[in-house]
C-alpha cells in the first residue's frame, strides 16, 4: 500500500462541496444597458450562493462586480484579431479548469468564438444571451451574427428579440429561452429619488426651476437626439428644459452637430449636455419625464425600465422592445415622425406636475416585479438548470447507478463487496450504504469530470486499495483526451472503456514513481501492457 487509508473526515476535507461555478464574458464593463444588467446579474448569482466570475477586458464596473462578491478576470475578450481571439480559446480553458466552472455565460459576439471554442474543449457547458437584434447585409456578418446561437441555450432578453432571432438564424424554438434583464429595483425606486445629490443635480440641471425633460443614450445618430431637440424647439412647451445626457463615445462630429441645431433652435438655455453619468439613480430622480426617440429598435429598453422604477413617465418610439416595456402610463410615438413627436410633446409636457406624477406611479406599478432581479435570477437559473444540475445532492449521480456497476464490478473478481465500494465525484465523496465512507475501499468508483486537484489527491490516498475505475462522463468525443487527463496523474489507465452497467468504464492502477517515463515513450507504453496485462485481460472478458 502506497498510503494511509482515507478516512471519511479526511476524504470530505479534501474533496469538500463546492457552489456551482458561473463564468459570465463580456467584452467590457464601461457603460450600456447589458454591462448594468451583468452587475446586476452578478449581485443575484452571489444572493443565491453561487460563485460568479466574471471574464472581461476591464471597465469602471467592474469595481462593481467586485464589491458585490463576484470575481473579475482580466481577458483580451474584446478583440476581434483573429490571433489574440486563438490565444483566448486557451487562456479560457485555463480558466475554465483551474476555477471549476460549471457553465459558461457569453453575452456577445465577438468573445463567443473564444468562449465556445474554450467550453467544447473543457467539456462543460455554455449558454448565451442575445442582447441586441443584429442586422446583417452580408453572408459573413450573418455568420458572425450567428455564433452567439451555436451554444447548448440561447436566452433571449424580449419577445422582439425572440423573433427577430427566430427569422433570423433559423434556430429550433427548443432551444430558446425568454429571459428579460435583470434591474435590480433596490437601486431604482422613488425613495431614491428625492436627496440630497437629488436636489443638487437638479438645481445644476435647472437653477430657475424649470422641469427637466431627461433624455440619457451615448450620442449616436440612431438614437435619435436630433430628432428630439427639433421637436423639442418646434413644441415649445413653457417651462421645461431638455437634458442630453451620454457619452461621445468619438463621435465628436455628430455631438457639434447637435449642438449647433440647439443653438439655431432658439431655445439654448434650456437645451442642456452634461456629458456621461456614472450613476443613473439621482439622474432619474432630478428628471420629471424621460424621453427615448430611437430610430433603430431597442432589443430592450432597459433606460424605459428603469426611469418608470423611479417613477417618472416615459415617452419613447414605438418600437423594437419599448413596446413591451413602455406600456401604462408613457407614450409611445412614431418612429423619426417629426410631426408626430412635436405634437406628442405638446400633449405630454403641457400635463401639470400632479397628473405628471399620477402617471409616473403607473408606470412604475406596469414595471415593479417584472423584471425584478430575484425574478430574471430565477429564471437564468432555471435555464443553467437545463444544462448542468445546480441543487445540492440532486447534483449527483443516484447511488442505485453506481451499485449497479460495483455490483458488476464483483461478478468479475474486481473490488470486493458491493457495500465496501467508495464513490467520488466532484462534489465529494461517499459509501455505497448508510453511514460513513469505507475507510480502506476494495473498489473506488471515480467520475471522470472530477477536478486535477481530485485526481492528484485520488492518487496520493488510494494508492494500492483494491481496483479504482473511472465512470466516463461527457460527450464519447472527448473520452481520449479525459483519459489523457488521467495519465498525467501518473496513474496508469487501460486503453479502452469496457461497458459495465450501461456505462464506460476506465479501470486504474498505479505502479512506483520510478517506473513512470514519458508518456509517449515506448519505454511507457510496455510498462503499462505488462504490469496491467491481468487487469485488462478481466476487463477484456467484461465487454
Known amino acids: 500500500m502506497n498510503g494511509p487509508s482515507p478516512t471519511a473526515p ?14 459570465q464574458i463580456v467584452p467590457r464593463m464601461d457603460h450600456g444597458g447589458v454591462e448594468r444588467a451583468v452587475v446586476d ?30 470575481v473579475v478576470v482580466s481577458l483580451p475578450v474584446q478583440s476581434k484579431n483573429p490571433l489574440v481571439m486563438a490565444l483566448n480559446i486557451l487562456r479560457l480553458r485555463r480558466l475554465i479548469r483551474s476555477e471549476g466552472v460549471d457553465v459558461v455565460h457569453v453575452r456577445s459576439r465577438a468573445p463567443a468564438f473564444s468562449a465556445i471554442a474554450a467550453a467544447r474543449w473543457t467539456d462543460v457547458p455554455i449558454v448565451s444571451t442575445c442582447h441586441g437584434a443584429h442586422d446583417a447585409r452580408t453572408a459573413i456578418k450573418r455568420a458572425y451574427n450567428r455564433i452567439l446561437t451555436r451554444v447548448d441555450l440561447v436566452m433571449v432578453n424580449s419577445r422582439y428579440t425572440h423573433r427577430h432571432v427566430l427569422s433570423e438564424h433559423r434556430i429550433p424554438r427548443s432551444r430558446m429561452r425568454l429571459v428579460p434583464e435583470a434591474v435590480d429595483e433596490a437601486r431604482f425606486s422613488p425613495e431614491l429619488a ?4 437629488v436636489e443638487d443635480l437638479r438645481r445644476t440641471w435647472s437653477s430657475d426651476g424649470r422641469r427637466i425633460l431627461l433624455c440619457p443614450g451615448r450620442l449616436t445618430r440612431w438614437k435619435g437626439q436630433d430628432l428630439l431637440i427639433a421637436a423639442f424647439a418646434r413644441a415649445n412647451v413653457e417651462g421645461w428644459r431638455l437634458v442630453l445626457a451620454g457619452d461621445r463615445q468619438g463621435r465628436g462630429a455628430y455631438a457639434r452637430e447637435l449642438e449647433q441645431l440647439a443653438e439655431r ?10 456629458g456621461d453619468l456614472a450613476d443613473m439613480t ?73 397628473a405628471n406624477a399620477t402617471l409616473g406611479e403607473a408606470a412604475r406599478r406596469s414595471v415593479s416585479g417584472v423584471y425584478a432581479l430575484a425574478t430574471t435570477t430565477a429564471a437564468t437559473l432555471s435555464c443553467y438548470a437545463e444544462v448542468v444540475d445546480l441543487k445540492g445532492d440532486e447534483r449527483r449521480e443516484p447511488l442505485e447507478r453506481w451499485r449497479g456497476i460495483a455490483a458488476a464490478l464483483a461478478a468479475q473478481g474486481l473490488g470486493g463487496e458491493v457495500g465496501e465500494a467508495l464513490v467520488v ?16 475501499p476494495d473498489l473506488v468508483l471515480v467520475a471522470s469530470d472530477v477536478s486535477a486537484e ?21 460527450p464519447w ?53 505488462l504490469r496491467l496485462a491481468p487487469l485488462w485481460l478481466a476487463a477484456a472478458g467484461l465487454g
Not at 265 to 274: A, C, H, N, P, Q
Not at 425 to 440: H, K, M, N, T, Y
Open 425 to 440: 465525484d466532484r462534489w465529494g465523496a461517499r459509501g455505497l450504504r448508510s453511514g460513513p465512507p469505507p475507510e480502506a
Open 41 to 70: 446579474f452578478n449581485r443575484g448569482l452571489v444572493a443565491h450562493g453561487l460563485r460568479s466570475i466574471l471574464a472581461t477586458s476591464g471597465g469602471r464596473l467592474c469595481d462593481r462586480v467586485t464589491e458585490d462578491g463576484g
Open 282 to 354: 439621482p439622474a432619474y430622480g432630478a428628471c420629471d419625464a424621460v424621453a427615448l426617440p430611437s430610430l433603430k429598435p431597442e432589443s430592450f429598453g432597459r433606460v424605459a425600465v428603469e426611469a418608470q422604477l423611479t417613477g417618472r413617465p416615459v415617452i419613447a418610439a414605438d418600437l423594437g422592445g419599448f413596446q413591451e416595456t413602455v406600456t401604462t402610463g408613457g407614450l409611445r410615438l412614431p418612429v423619426g415622425d417629426l410631426d408626430a413627436w412635436t405634437t406628442g410633446l405638446q400633449a405630454f409636457l403641457g400635463r401639470t406636475r400632479e
Open 265 to 274: 433652435s432658439g431655445l439654448g438655455d434650456r437645451i442642456l449636455f452634461v
Open 194 to 197: 428625492d436627496g440630497r445629490a
Open 454 to 474: 481530485a485526481m492528484n489527491w485520488i492518487k496520493r490516498r488510494l494508492a494500492g486499495h483494491g481496483t479504482i475505475a473511472v465512470v466516463d462522463q461527457g
Open 477 to 529: 468525443r472527448h473520452r481520449r483526451r479525459r483519459r489523457r487527463q488521467w495519465l498525467d496523474t501518473g496513474l496508469y489507465v487501460s486503453p479502452e472503456p469496457v461497458r459495465m452497467a450501461g456505462r464506460a468504464l476506465w479501470l486504474l492502477t498505479t505502479v512506483p514513481a520510478r517506473d513512470v517515463r514519458p508518456r509517449d515513450s515506448i519505454g511507457r507504453v510496455a510498462t503499462d501492457y
Open 10 to 23: 479526511d476524504l470530505h476535507r479534501a474533496l469538500p462541496a463546492r457552489p456551482v461555478t458561473v463564468l
